[in-house]
């Protein structure tokens, strides 16, 4: 009969799957926690995050302390070494307990064998960690994959260091005030009085950053819609189309919805906004985001790559294309990234992101504009699509986005988590030609 799992050995399992590629950690840890009282899922959560964050690092502390390779099938148990490593070197648990756990956990996950296989590499890992750890390579040191450091360091030579510094700490929460109901000031106070300490954002006028994270329904009113958690970067993408001057606005790439939210929340009355979502299931939260802020827009499962099979015919006056990228300015929030992304990602998301575009373009009207963010800090997915784009589209050139945050790129702007404190944010802003082709005078 299976053994009741513990913290630790449903971390491992999450971990497994994880290097398996059986999905991100936002996906497997939800179905996890369920099995577990509220402090154990904290813990299994802070060992997940913890080892993904410094996975790079313990993988090559640990594997010169493993003489055989373990099998596939054996890959929690890997991660059980990864895991207590990462108590011992990060954690406040006492070394002797950190051992003892991770070791109950082998027998937990009905592998007994693996008990004193565990406690002697942890053992040695004690004695030896702060000498293999003087051999590492900077790769290992970082904690970030070789391909994706020499990324960096070749893209941001003034700036690297830092990107990875600040890809290696846990990141604030955030939050955006519905300005349809409070301004900042009120809600700050709110939040004064329900004791969460806060800060306003230096960018975002309605954005608000917490000194310490919190369960969203410590924040007041956030069940029916006062507040959204969301980073000071994406609070920056909606102001940018200017949504109370649109008549008809695209959110291309919708879920989960927070930007489709903050565009309903600087809407104009007779301003209609259709959100188009691949992901069924991704839609689903589209909606319930909708639901709580008491909004609504037109919800549209579909490609946005192909317009055909969704659109009407009635052309955008603004698009928004948040697209689909490897992410790596979020490697803060979801350090999953540095085990899921590989370098050949670089090549698929930039056509991708072309193609959608691409096709976004034939919904634009002639005058109308189309902004397109990523996550992203590497240029394959930010100026160099926004330039293969412009060679290919006569009728399209950039705006200036003239603003007092992040650098200055070829085509756009570019936030980085080092300077800025926000996620890393790639930002360009394209204007279709008024006189193109078929243009129908705007009044
Ligand atoms: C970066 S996320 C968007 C985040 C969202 N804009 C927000 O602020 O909450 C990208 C989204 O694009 C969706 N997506 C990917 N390819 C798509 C496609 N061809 N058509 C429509 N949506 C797509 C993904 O499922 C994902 O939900």
């Given at each position: 009969?299976?053994?009741?799992?513990?913290?630790?050995?449903?971390?491992?399992?999450?971990?497994?799957?994880?290097?398996?590629?059986?999905?991100?950690?936002?996906?497997?840890?939800?179905?996890?926690?369920?099995?577990?009282?509220?402090?154990?899922r904290a813990l299994m959560s802070e060992l997940c995050y913890?080892?993904?964050?410094?996975?790079?690092?313990?993988?090559?502390?640990?594997?010169?302390?493993?003489?055989?390779?373990?099998?596939?099938?054996?890959?929690?148990?890997?991660?059980?070494?990864?895991?207590?490593?990462?108590?011992?070197?990060?954690?406040?648990?006492?070394?002797?307990?950190?051992?003892?756990?991770?070791?109950?956990?082998?027998?937990?996950?009905?592998?007994?064998?693996?008990?004193?296989?565990?406690?002697?590499?942890?053992?040695?890992?004690?004695?030896?960690?702060?000498?293999?750890?003087?051999?590492?390579?900077?790769?290992?040191?970082?904690?970030?994959?070789?391909?994706?450091?020499?990324?960096?360091?070749?893209?941001?030579?003034?700036?690297?260091?830092?990107?990875?510094?600040?890809?290696?700490?846990?990141?604030?929460?955030?939050?955006?005030?519905?300005?349809?109901?409070?301004?900042?000031?009120?809600?700050?106070?709110?939040?004064?009085?329900?004791?969460?300490?806060?800060?306003?954002?230096?960018?975002?006028?309605?954005?608000?950053?917490?000194?310490?994270?919190?369960?969203?329904?410590?924040?007041?009113?956030?069940?029916?819609?006062?507040?959204?958690?969301?980073?000071?970067?994406?609070?920056?993408?909606?102001?940018?189309?200017?949504?109370?001057?649109?008549?008809?606005?695209?959110?291309?790439?919708?879920?989960?919805?927070?930007?489709?939210?903050?565009?309903?929340?600087?809407?104009?009355?007779?301003?209609?906004?259709?959100?188009?979502?691949?992901?069924?299931?991704?839609?689903?939260?589209?909606?319930?985001?909708?639901?709580?802020?008491?909004?609504?827009?037109?919800?549209?499962?579909?490609?946005?790559?192909?317009?055909?099979?969704?659109?009407?015919?009635?052309?955008?006056?603004?698009?928004?294309?948040?697209?689909?990228?490897?992410?790596?300015?979020?490697?803060?929030?979801?350090?999953?990234?540095?085990?899921?992304?590989?370098?050949?990602?670089?090549?698929?998301?930039?056509?991708?992101?072309?193609?959608?575009?691409?096709?976004?373009?034939?919904?634009?009207?002639?005058?109308?504009?189309?902004?397109?963010?990523?996550?992203?800090?590497?240029?394959?997915?930010?100026?160099?699509?926004?330039?293969?784009?412009?060679?290919?589209?006569?009728?399209?050139?950039?705006?200036?986005?003239?603003?007092?945050?992040?650098?200055?790129?070829?085509?756009?702007?570019?936030?980085?988590?080092?300077?800025?404190?926000?996620?890393?944010?790639?930002?360009?802003?394209?204007?279709?030609?008024?006189?193109?082709?078929?243009?129908?005078?705007?009044?």
């Amino acid at each position: 009969m299976a053994n009741t799992q513990g913290p630790r050995a449903a971390a491992s399992t999450v971990l497994a799957a994880l290097t398996r590629h059986h999905g991100s950690l936002s996906r497997l840890l939800p179905r996890a926690a369920q099995q577990l009282d509220s402090r154990d899922r904290a813990l299994m959560s802070e060992l997940c995050y913890g080892v993904c964050r410094f996975y790079p690092r313990l993988q090559a502390l640990v594997s010169p302390l493993v003489k055989k390779p373990l099998k596939i099938k054996d890959r929690d148990i890997e991660c059980l070494l990864l895991l207590g490593c990462y108590q011992l070197d990060y954690m406040r648990i006492p070394d002797h307990a950190a051992i003892s756990e991770t070791v109950a956990a082998a027998r937990q996950l009905n592998k007994p064998w693996a008990t004193s296989f565990i406690n002697g590499v942890l053992r040695q890992y004690q004695r030896q960690g702060a000498q293999l750890a003087s051999h590492l390579d900077d790769a290992a040191r970082l904690s970030h994959p070789a391909w994706l450091l020499q990324k960096l360091q070749q893209q941001w030579p003034d700036h690297w260091r830092s990107i990875v510094e600040a890809n290696n700490h846990p990141p604030p929460m955030t939050i955006r005030v519905n300005q349809r109901r409070y301004n900042r000031g009120d809600y700050l106070a709110q939040l004064a009085e329900a004791d969460i300490s806060a800060i306003p954002c230096l960018y975002s006028p309605v954005g608000i950053r917490l000194e310490q994270p919190c369960d969203v329904d410590r924040l007041p009113g956030f069940r029916s819609g006062a507040c959204s958690v969301q980073d000071e970067a994406s609070q920056l993408v909606a102001p940018l189309l200017q949504p109370s001057k649109q008549h008809l606005i695209l959110d291309s790439c919708a879920a989960p919805g927070g930007k489709t939210g903050h565009i309903l929340e600087l809407a104009g009355p007779s301003t209609v906004l259709d959100a188009v979502e691949i992901d069924k299931t991704r839609m689903g939260r589209v909606r319930e985001n909708l639901d709580r802020l008491q909004m609504s827009a037109r919800l549209i499962q579909g490609d946005a790559g192909k317009p055909e099979q969704w659109w009407n015919g009635a052309a955008y006056d603004a698009i928004l294309l948040d697209a689909p990228c490897s992410a790596s300015g979020v490697i803060r929030r979801h350090p999953d990234i540095k085990l899921l992304r590989k370098p050949d990602d670089l090549v698929k998301l930039p056509r991708l992101q072309r193609e959608l575009l691409d096709a976004l373009w034939g919904c634009l009207r002639p005058g109308g504009s189309l902004v397109f963010t990523t996550c992203s800090v590497l240029e394959e997915e930010n100026d160099q699509t926004i330039a293969s784009f412009l060679a290919a589209h006569q009728d399209a050139g950039c705006q200036a986005i003239d603003q007092d945050w992040g650098l200055s790129t070829r085509h756009g702007r570019q936030l980085l988590p080092a300077i800025d404190g926000t996620d890393g944010f790639y930002f360009a802003h394209l204007l279709k030609e008024s006189s193109a082709p078929g243009a129908v005078p705007q009044d």
